[in-house]
Nanobody
Framework: QVQLVESGGGLVQAGGSLRLSCVAS????????MAWFRQAPGKEREFVGF???????RYADSVKGRFTISRDNAKNTVYLQMNSLKPEDAAVYYC?????????????????WGQGTQVTVSS
């Protein structure tokens, strides 16, 4: 079992950058696939990307080339570096975890969730 806490959200101008962090509590952090999702008002929660414990990553087409997920297993932390932000990137960003090595881009693939952190992008 793992508990997740996100941080790093805030207000940034279009074209700017922001880094989100997710700290996981768990005795076996490396057993989990970590992911990022986002949800804008009135829209469904959508996949952003995930990271396996070895560092391999997968991204949604909408963020590929702009967002980067990195992972520090020693600190039980996963990061989402967001560059070239667009107004349509504004959303609540959620950290998620699934036990084991999973390949999933849907909400149902992850059983553990943080409370989210707000990202606002001004134009």
């Amino acid at each position: 079992q793992v508990q997740l806490v996100e941080s790093g959200g805030g207000l940034v101008q279009a074209g700017g950058s922001l880094r989100l962090s997710c700290v996981a509590s768990g005795r076996t952090f490396t057993d989990y696939t970590m992911a990022w999702f986002r949800q804008a008002p009135g829209k469904e929660r959508e996949f952003v990307g995930f990271s396996w414990s070895g560092g391999s990553t997968r991204y949604a087409d909408s963020v590929k080339g702009r967002f980067t997920i990195s992972r520090d297993n020693a600190k039980n932390t996963v990061y989402l570096q967001m560059n070239s932000l667009k107004p349509e990137d504004a959303a609540v960003y959620y950290c998620a975890a699934a036990r084991g090595l999973v390949y999933s881009t849907v909400v149902g693939g992850f059983g553990y969730w943080g409370q989210g952190t707000q990202v606002t992008v001004s134009s």
